[in-house]
T-cell receptor, first 112, second 117 residues
Framework: ELKVEQNPLFLSMQEGKNYTIYCNYSTTSDRLYWYRQDPGKSLESLFVLLSNGAVKQEGRLMASLDTKARLSTLHITAAVHDLSATYFCAVDIIAGTYKYIFGTGTRLKVLA | DTEVTQTPKHLVMGMTNKKSLKCEQHMGHRAMYWYKQKAKKPPELMFVYSYEKLSINESVPSRFSPECPNSSLLNLHLHALQPEDSALYLC????????????????FGQGTRLTVV
């Protein structure tokens, strides 16, 4: 059974601090996606990582992928309150067609 | 246009009612998905349609019945639901091309907040 686990599940941090969210998955896949979800809202695509060693950056967020370790990281630099949300990683696997399996999610709260 | 549109945004229904959720996309995506999301949980895959054919059913109870009338539309018909079916129902779409170098990023609609009373 495919497992996609995130660590930590909940993160409370001060503005201006740095932190990393980890996403481990149990199947062979060279594609991983990061999404953001605000309370009661839908999922917003943040990053698409398509190969081993891929690194993408947008503002204060940087995502990377290590397919050999089956690990992706989402690094937050100098956090601001607006980054407060739930972050999900997702792996796509081929089972006749693509399907996306989501990680457990990390609820991030940035304190002013 | 990277928009997936879902209607209605909110729905309250009784356990004997029949209702439908609708989803529409005009990105030319040939894969469409229904996900169910309970509060503070990740989205759980329910169904996948590929080229308008049901490709994956994740052992979803028969009180949920998906339908894909054409390549742009996806419906979820609801009948005799239980209170525990109350959740946010998300529709998504993606390209159906295993060789796509841009990946198969899924685009999500705003969801339908369903309450079963």
């Amino acid at each position: 059974e495919l497992k996609v686990e995130q660590n930590p599940l909940f993160l409370s941090m001060q503005e201006g601090k740095n932190y990393t969210i980890y996403c481990n998955y149990s199947t062979t896949s060279d594609r991983l996606y990061w999404y953001r979800q605000d309370p009661g809202k839908s999922l917003e695509s943040l990053f698409v990582l398509l190969s081993n060693g891929a690194v993408k950056q947008e503002g204060r967020l940087m995502a990377s992928l290590d397919t050999k370790a089956r690990l992706s990281t989402l690094h937050i630099t100098a956090a601001v309150h607006d980054l407060s949300a739930t972050y999900f990683c997702a792996v796509d696997i081929i089972a006749g067609t693509y399907k996306y399996i989501f990680g457990t999610g990390t609820r991030l709260k940035v304190l002013a | 246009d990277t928009e997936v549109t879902q209607t209605p945004k909110h729905l309250v229904m009784g356990m004997t009612n029949k209702k439908s959720l609708k989803c529409e996309q005009h990105m030319g995506h040939r894969a469409m998905y229904w996900y169910k999301q309970k509060a503070k949980k990740p989205p759980e895959l329910m169904f996948v349609y590929s080229y308008e054919k049901l490709s994956i059913n994740e052992s979803v109870p028969s009180r949920f019945s998906p339908e894909c009338p054409n390549s742009s539309l996806l419906n979820l018909h609801l009948h005799a639901l239980q209170p525990e079916d109350s959740a946010l129902y998300l529709c998504a779409s993606s390209q159906e091309d295993y060789r796509n170098s841009q990946g198969t990023e899924a685009f999500f609609g705003q969801g339908t907040r369903l309450t079963v009373v």
